[in-house]
């Protein structure tokens, strides 16, 4: 891993990703972080590696098939780790198209653009010689494989079923990834994540909305009765199997990654009003969401038994951290909720 392209770098797991290979690898020449900056990109969240010579930015749109080619015939990226993704269950459910666009066609550029620039023999539908060491890993989600029941756990071989528009927008693009694996021998690998807590999420997901909205006091919006079950994973926990995968991974294949941590929403919303030391009084059960997906858990055996990856945080370390990051970056909040950041973008780079 010398030249590494990292979409969706702005994003809340992607600036989380840039910061953890720039401070824990040796190996990196070059990184470059390729985001539109939509309202979920933030150059805020990387002020402090933004001078570091191994970084650069590329402002960009992933379906832009020629901006993308000359990416890869500028900087010669031997690793691919895509982020970018329009990535809220909740605006999938009133604006699909977008994410059908960015989430499918977004991908299939990439692959493209990844495919050509390193196929040693470009014209020859047959060939499946590659550069040696390339590798293209697509960030996907558990939400692929739809909701459980109140037992059992997703594991790699279960059919795919997605429920929203969201994640039937990941689980195309999973299945466009692995025709290229199978088809072109692209060396591919797939990664499915359960829900990241951490550092610099928008404030439009659970525990960043939460969050905010009890230390502003107002009302804590839980979909329908709060028992939907998800398995938190620590965004750090996160880049670290990301990494784990790059560096040993089996080509061709998909590693499920998810923290061991299964709380109910509700549970999760009480523990940060404890901590906040705001009444439970705000909590307000509002109407569920369309097609809510009941319970998410995944099952860890694959990476941890052949990769060696395990999730180091617990949730109670996780979220003392994370809450205190959120009381630490008041000035962070107020940007990304009010829309000044988007007037720092266009100072820095126009509109
Ligand atoms: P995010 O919404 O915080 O960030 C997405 C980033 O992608 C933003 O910086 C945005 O500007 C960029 N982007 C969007 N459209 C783009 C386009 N057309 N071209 C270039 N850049 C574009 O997302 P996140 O929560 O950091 O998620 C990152 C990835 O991880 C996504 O692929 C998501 O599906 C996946 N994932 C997220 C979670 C989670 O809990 N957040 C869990 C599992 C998987
Ligand atoms: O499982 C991985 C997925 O986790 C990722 O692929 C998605 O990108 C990410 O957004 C996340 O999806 P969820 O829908 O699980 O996350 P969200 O934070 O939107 O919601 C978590 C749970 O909390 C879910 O059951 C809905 C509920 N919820 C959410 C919001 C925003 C509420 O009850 N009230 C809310 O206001």
Known sequence: MKNILVTGGAGFIGSNFVHYVLQTRDDIQRLVNYDLLTYAGNLENLKDIEKDPRYT???????????????????????????????????????????????????????????????????????????????????????????????????????????????????????????????????????????????????????????????????????????QIRDWLHVKDHCAAICAVLDRGRVGEVYNIGGNNEKANLDIVRLILSALDKPESLIAHVADRPGHDRRYAIDNGKITSELGWKPEYTFEQGMTETIQWYLDHPAWVEHVTSGAYRNYYKRMYGS
């Open 57 to 227: 930015f590329a402002r960009g749109d992933i379906r832009d098939r020629k901006a993308v080619k000359e990416l890869f015939n500028e900087y010669d990226f031997d690793t691919v780790v895509h982020f970018a993704a329009e990535s809220h269950v909740d605006r999938s459910i009133t604006e699909p198209e977008v994410f059908l666009t960015t989430n499918v066609m977004g991908t299939q550029t990439l692959l493209d653009a990844a495919k050509d620039h390193w196929k040693l023999a470009p014209e020859d539908k047959y060939s499946r010689e590659y550069k040696p060491g390339v590798r293209y890993l697509q960030v996907s989600t558990d939400e692929v494989y739809g909701a459980l029941g109140k037992t059992g756990m997703f594991t790699e071989t279960m059919p795919l079923a997605p429920n929203s528009p969201y994640s039937a927008s990941k689980a195309g693009a999973d299945m466009v990834v692995r025709a290229y694996g199978s088809t072109y021998g692209l060396p591919v690998n797939i990664t499915r994540c359960s829900n990241n807590y951490g550092p610099c999420q928008f404030p439009e997901k659970l525990i960043p909305l939460m969050i905010h909205n009890a230390l502003g006091d107002k009302a804590l919006p839980v979909y329908g009765d709060g028992m």
